[in-house]
């Protein structure tokens, strides 16, 4: 099957139970951000602008086990800033497993292998021995790290409510990795060195260690889709489970902060819905060759084969500030409960209806969070959906690639082989190491560059340059 029964039925079972009841609203999937901090300060991100005079915030434990009993979405999206930080994100995930809810734990993947060490050491015994000589054998933890999984006595003791719980391989679960293009790209994105190295070195330790492991990609204007494809040739090589890809978020915190911080003009980097068609012109034939997660209705609207009416509210956002209205991507309010949500927001001011944008901020969005439950409720259904999106959850899982030593020599063309975006700062300050970075490539085809704000944009690394070469010339500066 494309995707494990259990999860498909549950979800499948949840829907059927809310059309018998003609239940006219509900939610699919509560999008769930216990704390807006982060490690990382990804260009674009909207999140770290819109709330940045409260990233020190988190919503505590039982709001968000409360948060998901109220709106009694099946699947959980546990997103941020980075959950990883979130001190009580074990007890999080154990608690929304309890009540039976499927996972997704949305993640820059840089703390990830920490705490897939952490549940090593807590079920560390001989048994585990051949999994942990695979992953020093793969580089993928230290010889220091295995000294401490193997002396680690929290195997040896029963499990007990005074031990703090791990987060352990199930069906239930997926680790979701944000991975936005190969290295040079997606380092870029980040705006930190070796991240994509360490996502998939971490998605790699996950396979081995039996999780579940998805990938988020966003698409922006300025994205090569040969490399997204490449991108997931190379996933699929690895072994992950599915991905989501869908047009970039357009958030009004980041369109500020692009003209404010980068000086570059949000429509330079956004998609209209007309760029969104032409760069999603070939999902269908993806969503036969990868398990690309969302329905082929969702597809068919992003190829521009057919319209859907956004159906915000199956998606909905809990935060430190309440539920967020009217969607992910737009905030004209916080509310108190999800039910105020649903009964308080206008609906019919928002999406997009026969080709008119009823919000202005609306025009051009294609976003999974508006579309995607929109093809599995039925909205603007024609004959053939249900048996279509029926064929797609239960039909067979596509196989995966075969890894090519030539796809993973395309995939690592930045950091990793000394090209990174700061490779020719880098080389100013050390000339001895020869560094040279993408941009400067002459006698190799230049990287491809672009899937998300500032993308190809090197002012940054150029300003960082001007001031070591003007702070290399004061220290030369002759008495």
Not at 152 to 176: A, C, D, F, H
Not at 203 to 208: L, N, P, Y
Not at 365 to 375: A, I, K, Q, R
Request: aromatic share 10%.
């Amino acid at each position: 099957m494309r995707f494990p029964f259990a999860l498909s039925a549950k979800i499948a079972g949840h829907i059927i139970k809310h059309k018998l009841r003609q239940t006219p609203k509900f939610a699919m999937v509560l999008q769930l951000e216990p704390l807006h901090t982060c490690n990382l300060t990804c260009t674009g991100c909207g999140r770290i602008r819109e709330y940045s005079t409260s990233l020190k915030d988190m919503v505590p434990l039982e709001k968000c086990l409360a948060a998901a009993t109220e709106c009694d979405a099946p699947m959980v999206s546990i997103c941020g800033g980075e959950p990883l930080i979130y001190p009580k994100i074990e007890e999080l995930i154990a608690g929304l497993l309890d009540q039976g809810r499927v996972l997704y734990v949305c993640t820059n993947g840089v703390f990830m292998r920490k705490k897939m060490r952490e549940y090593l050491a807590a079920i560390y015994s001989p048994a585990v021995e051949p999994k942990v000589k695979q992953l020093l054998d793969q580089k993928l933890i230290s010889e220091k790290d295995a000294e401490t999984i193997r002396n680690s006595r929290r195997g040896e003791l029963r499990e007990s409510q005074t031990l703090k719980p791990v987060i352990r391989p199930t069906r239930w679960m997926y680790w979701n990795v944000h991975v936005d293009g190969l290295e040079f790209t997606h380092d870029l994105i980040v705006e930190r060195e070796g991240v994509f190295k360490e996502c998939i070195e971490a998605i790699k330790m996950a396979k081995i260690l039996g999780y579940q492991v998805a990938t988020n990609t966003t698409v922006y204007k300025e994205a090569d889709m040969q490399e997204v494809e490449d991108l997931f040739k190379y996933l699929s090589s690895l072994g992950v489970d599915g991905h989501t890809i869908s047009p970039g978020y357009d958030y009004d915190a980041a369109k500020k902060d692009m003209v404010k911080r980068l000086g570059k003009d949000p429509k330079d980097f956004f998609l209209t819905r007309d760029m969104t068609r032409q760069k999603f012109a070939k999902i269908l034939d993806w969503g036969k060759a990868f398990t690309i997660f969302g329905t082929p209705v969702y597809q068919e609207f992003l190829a521009g084969h057919r319209e859907l009416t956004c159906t915000a509210w199956a998606i909905p956002t809990y935060n430190i500030k309440g539920w967020k209205g009217p969607c992910y991507l737009m905030t004209d309010g916080h509310y108190g409960s999800y039910q105020e949500l649903l009964e308080q927001v206008a609906w019919e001011k928002y999406g997009v209806v026969n080709g008119k944008a009823r919000d202005s901020r609306c025009e051009h969005c294609m976003v999974h969070c508006g579309y995607d439950p929109s093809g599995a409720l039925g909205t603007n259904y024609q004959s053939g959906d249900n048996w279509k999106n029926f064929k797609y959850n239960f039909g067979a899982k596509p196989k995966p690639v075969r890894y090519s030593s030539e796809l993973e020599k395309r995939v690592y063309n930045g950091f990793s082989i000394g090209k990174g975006h700061l490779a020719e700062a880098k080389a100013i300050i050390n000339p001895a190491a020869g560094a040279k970075g993408a941009f400067s490539r002459k006698e190799e085809e230049p990287a491809r560059v672009g899937s998300r704000c500032g993308t190809g944009d090197t002012t940054e690394r150029d300003q960082l340059m001007a001031k070591i070469k003007d702070a290399k010339r004061i220290e030369v500066r002759p008495e």
